[in-house]
């Protein structure tokens, strides 16, 4: 079993940045990618960026590629999702999740979550 706990979150203007990190602890780590998800206002929750198990291979949707990077720290077992640029509508709350498999190869097949944390984009 896998427990997600997520920080960061924040109110900043547009075109500010923030850092978001999942700190992940239990066991079978080594054998699970990561993924950040949102959800915004009047959307359904989209997977944003993932990262492979050992952190060799990430994939970011095009819409926040430009902006937004994935990163894992495996020896202190924390992904985090640098955001640059903000714009009103990443205002939302975003979630990691671990798959149940090592890779990034689809947008399912994640058994444990963490609770979210808030970003909220304003000026």
């Known amino acids: 079993q896998v427990q997600l706990m997520e920080s960061g979150g924040g109110l900043v203007q547009p075109g500010g940045s923030l850092t978001l990190a999942c700190a992940a602890s239990?066991?079978?780590?080594?054998?699970?990618?990561i993924a950040w998800y949102r959800q915004t206002p009047g959307k359904e929750r989209e997977g944003v960026s993932c990262?492979?198990?050992?952190?060799?291979?990430?994939y970011t949707i095009d819409v926040v590629k430009d902006r937004f990077s994935i990163s894992r720290n495996t020896a202190k077992n924390t992904v985090y999702l640098q955001m640059n640029n903000l714009k009103q509508e990443d205002t939302g709350v975003y979630y990691c999740?671990?798959?149940?498999?090592?890779?990034?190869?689809?947008?399912?097949?994640?058994?444990?979550w963490g609770q979210g944390t808030q970003v909220t984009v304003s000026s």
């Open positions: 999740a671990a798959r149940i498999s090592p890779w990034c190869s689809g947008w399912f097949d994640y058994d444990s």
């Open positions: 990262i492979s198990n050992t952190g060799e291979t990430s």
């Open positions: 239990g066991s079978g780590l080594d054998d699970r990618a």
